[in-house]
């Protein structure tokens, strides 16, 4: 009997701190990672609000130096990680820290690769393009959701394409992440909800995903059921330090399901919303989120079973399509609860670019893994459904 050969990863950064005050600990792990100037990648929220000063303060007076790149924007740029390369040459760093959510962390990764593998940030498009170690990389999250603190994956947006390059490298992986609940009491509801459903949309994805392991599915079915439990709360009130806490392991939980699972073509189908419209990103999951899984829906019938528990839902004595049915109704009923937009059109988004977008999304390396095969049909048809 022949035996079919398959080897699966398991990616996540050497350490992680995940508590109330772990962001104390940055100094000393910063120093064991060999690191003395320091570039911090975050943005002009993060300066605003306070949290850049107070973790350069904390850094300086350990005796380390740091340049702040505070210049990052949402869904970042080819260009804005050509800048911070720029910035960390002109500085003289020899390492790096990111500071804020998805956006600052995917704009830092960008500037590693590039400053330690040369070329532009196109050239690491797709999966595993780089040849040599990013510099040493601590990673701080400011709120709970995309996980890329701990992951391999970096975004960019292409200007000239004005697409999402999905960047797949385990060397961007950060050495060391810190998760830290006192940083994220600050995160406004709107913010807090668009995250929360960036990170279940992660741990759906990676559940029903093609290449979803048993250390994977643990991961993502635990993350459902935190956010299932805690989200509403950490929208409702930002100073639940219980709520922010769990919303940590929850969205770290999801990161390590999807790190290594991939996921599916709600990401695919967001990207092209970010890049085409520069639009939030959990946001954009959230809605296309029950639409994707309703047509994934026969391809993985059990699994949205487990996904219904998770998610709080009653299924005893329910067929098993109306059981799997219920995870999709408790994914909507959370969105309504905690400010979700109903659709797409609230977000500007014309049907006259959802061809154009359909065709970027059928490229999306994210989309392969996805547990149902959709036609350029399908996939138009799932962009109007959730106009």
């Known amino acids: 009997m022949a035996v079919r050969e398959q080897v699966n990863g398991f990616f996540i950064p050497s350490v992680t701190l995940i508590g109330i005050g772990a962001h104390k600990e940055v100094p000393d792990r910063m ?47 080819d260009n804005n990680v050509h800048a911070g390369v720029e910035f960390y040459k002109k500085n003289n760093c020899d390492s790096l820290i990111t500071l804020g959510g998805g956006s600052s962390h995917d704009c830092g990764k960008g500037v590693g690769l590039v400053i330690s593998n040369g070329g532009k940030i196109h050239d690491f498009e797709g999966i595993d393009k780089s040849t040599k170690p990013m510099p040493p990389y601590l990673a701080i999250n400011t709120t709970a959701g ?7 994956f970096c ?43 960036d990170a279940l949309t992660h741990a759906v994805e990676a559940y029903v995903s093609l290449a979803a392991t048993p250390m994977t599915d643990a991961c993502a079915l635990k993350a459902i059921e935190i956010i299932g439990q805690s989200l509403r709360p950490a929208v409702a009130n930002g100073q639940d330090v219980q709520a922010r806490e769990d919303m940590c392991y929850a969205q770290y939980l999801a990161g390590m399901a999807f790190n290594n699972a991939s996921l599916g073509h709600v990401h695919a189908m967001a990207h092209q919303l970010g890049g085409f419209y520069d639009l939030p990103h959990g946001v954009c999951n959230a809605i296309l989120l029950p639409h994707v899984e309703r047509f994934n829906l026969i391809a993985k019938m059990d699994r949205f079973v487990d996904i219904a528990k998770a998610l709080g839902e009653q299924v005893d004595g329910l067929s098993k399509r ?30 006259e670019d959802i061809a154009t977008m359909t065709a970027n999304a059928q490229k999306d390396a994210c989309g392969f893994t996805n547990p149902r095969c959709p036609t350029d049909e399908d996939v138009m048809a799932i962009y109007k459904a959730a106009l």
């Open 31 to 77: 120093k064991a990672l060999g690191g003395s100037k320091i570039c911090l990648v975050t943005d002009k929220g993060i300066t605003e609000a306070g949290i850049t000063k107070q973790m350069t303060d904390l850094i300086e007076k350990s005796g380390l130096q740091v340049a702040v790149f505070d210049e990052t924007v949402p869904n970042p740029t």
């Open 155 to 197: 975004i960019i947006t292409d200007t000239s394409r004005k697409v999402k390059m999905a960047i797949v490298d385990w060397r961007v992986t950060p050495n060391m992440a810190i998760d830290d609940p006192l940083l994220m009491m600050g995160m406004p509801p709107g913010l807090t909800a668009a995250t929360g459903m």
């Open 146 to 152: 995309t996980a890329s603190e701990m992951t391999r």
């Open 322 to 351: 109306d059981a799997a049915d219920r995870a999709l109704s408790a994914i909507e009923r959370l969105s309504t609860d905690i400010g979700i937009p109903r659709g797409l059109a609230d977000l500007g988004v014309k049907e």
